[in-house]
């Protein structure tokens, strides 16, 4: 166990229910450090959201129940903190930044008072400093006259002055890690580049780390240092920004690029969108859980699940083929991979 930020090892998160057990998340394992931004992407149903989930402690057990691994952060167990160590962690040293602002906002309360109660209670602040601080945060976000908007209840917030202020609220206490749930998903693109500068700014200014859970490899392009790959509740791949985009070694992770589009208009290049649908989670299936939607599937692939192993340096692949010379995006078929 290293002198890591945050450590994760081996996670496992299953859901007990009548249909059978959903792995949800099933054997994840990465580092972050201070300052650092990792970038967690994956198709809907992948177990990005879960992880983050489980290390928050925000899963009810039953039906979740941790069947394996560990997350440390600062050295200290997650998932062996009492109740009340955890609460002390969540919202002011780990804070998070959940999907959808409408749903994760109260409507009955004032946004000034929702970012202002993590603040009194983990900073012991009076209520009126508090909602003075608020003020200040709205303003930091980009929240226009936020003198007045603070008095505003959610609703009279458009989608993305909501994510704003979920913002805000994550960030009120200065926390070490900030966990953001697709937080561009619902926003047209003009603000979802606004919301990624502004997390970048934000960064910048304090320090904080980053896991920024997508499933949009376009997102994470120029902000993450490293990414996580995930399918099926498992990482196939994991390695530095560099490393995914310019080397990347699983077929799942050929696909999620091929179905980016392109901003440059002189390339004449179709989407190439990955056939199929994630699997059940009650039902994987056998061998590598991406074969049924694998282009170069062999019959070992079926049989045989492949085990995460490092090629190079840290970066690393659940494939059969990873490292094997001519399997490489482009040149697999050439190379007489192709079923």
Known sequence: MGDHLLEVKDLKMYFHTRDGVVKAVDGVSYDLDKGETLGVVGESGSGKSVTALTMMRLIAMPPGKVEGGYALFKGRSLLDMKDDEIRHIRGNEMAMIFQDPMTSLNPVYRVGRQIAEPLIVHKGMSRKDALARAVELLRLVGIPNPEARVRDYPHQFSGGMRQRAMIAMALACDPDIL???????????TIQAQIIELMQEL?????????????????????????????????????????????????????????????????????NPIKGQPPSLVNVPSGCAFHPRCPYVQQRCITE?????????????????????????GEAELAGVSA
């Open 179 to 189: 966990i953001a749930d697709e937080p561009t998903t619902a926003l047209d693109v």
């Open 203 to 271: 960064q910048q200014r304090t320090g904080s780390a980053i896991i920024m859970i997508t499933h949009d490899l376009g997102v994470v392009a120029d902000m993450a240092d490293r990414i996580l790959v995930m399918y099926a509740g498992r990482m196939v791949e994991y390695g530095t920004t560099d490393e995914i985009f310019y080397k990347p070694l699983h077929p799942y992770t050929w696909g999620l690029m091929d179905s980016v589009p392109t901003h440059d208009m002189t390339e004449k290049r179709e989407l």
């Open 305 to 329: 699940e492949p085990l995460f192993k490092i090629i190079e340096g840290s970066h690393g692949s659940a494939c059969h083929f990873a490292g094997d010379p001519g399997f490489v995006r």
